[in-house]
Nanobody, 122 residues
């Protein structure tokens, strides 16, 4: 069974940085694209970043966040720089599943981690 475990969240001041990690187990990690999403209280889950053969980002994080992966460690990362209060959310990693949904849709992912909280103070 596939398991995804996020870590690295925390409280940071605006302008600071955090690096999130997502460790995968139970599957052939290197065979799958991976994504990061986030969800703030009262809001829908939104796409943040995606990595397959290339990387893609939400406009709101482009130039500040970097997604990467280490297949030898079965881990995907999200480096977050120049953090803003509006980045405050629970961040989730997810494994891209099959189907017709675009990579920006949470419906296109089949396994999810439990989430890690990121809080950016102003």
């Amino acid at each position: 069974q596939v398991q995804l475990v996020e870590s690295g969240g925390g409280l940071v001041e605006a302008g600071g940085s955090l690096r999130l990690s997502c460790a995968a187990s139970g599957g052939t990690f290197s065979s799958y694209a991976m994504g990061w999403f986030r969800q703030a209280p009262g809001k829908e889950r939104e796409f943040v970043a995606y990595i397959a053969w290339s990387t893609h980002y939400a406009d709101s994080v482009k130039g500040r966040f970097t997604i990467s992966r280490d297949n030898a460690k079965n881990t995907v990362y999200l480096q977050m720089n120049s953090l803003k209060p509006e980045d405050t959310a629970t961040y989730y990693c997810a494994r891209r599943g099959g189907g017709r949904y675009d990579y920006t849709s949470h419906l296109g992912y089949d396994y999810w981690g439990q989430g890690t909280q990121v809080t950016v103070s102003s």
